[in-house]
């Protein structure tokens, strides 16, 4: 399973980045320019199954990149990472289709086991 993570947070990266987790899935990182249209790119031509989206990294545009993602790729299933604990925010994300809202710190087990339950989905 081709997994997208849209992040530079050395923790969230290290905690997917593992031989064991790699040698089951494709795992692709994307923290180089933050360019809404450019992550779209990425998104787009490399076609994950899931993807893990990191609010810090993609801010100020996290929500509208999402909701653009999901427009052109609506099966996508998304893991989004923030550090930001906003009621705004959640209903702004749970309206768009995510799977899993996750807060850091991030636990290595919690993010494992969110994505073990998207490839069983």
Not at 13 to 25: A, G, L, P, S, V
Not at 71 to 77: C, E, M, R, S
């Amino acid at each position: 399973m081709r997994i997208l993570v849209l992040s530079d947070d050395p923790e969230t990266i290290r905690h997917i980045d593992t031989d064991t987790f790699k040698e089951n899935h494709d795992v692709l990182f994307y923290r180089d320019d933050k360019n809404p249209l450019q992550v779209m790119s990425f998104v787009c031509y490399n076609y994950p199954k899931a993807l893990i989206a990191d609010d810090d990294y993609l801010k100020p545009n996290s929500v509208e990149v999402l909701k653009a993602i999901k427009k052109v790729h609506p099966g996508l299933a998304v893991i989004f990472v923030s550090s930001q604990v906003s009621v705004d925010l959640g209903r702004e994300i749970s309206q768009l289709g995510i799977h899993y809202f996750a807060q850091k710190p991030l636990q290595e087990d919690e993010l494992k086991d969110s994505l073990q339950t998207l490839i069983k989905i």
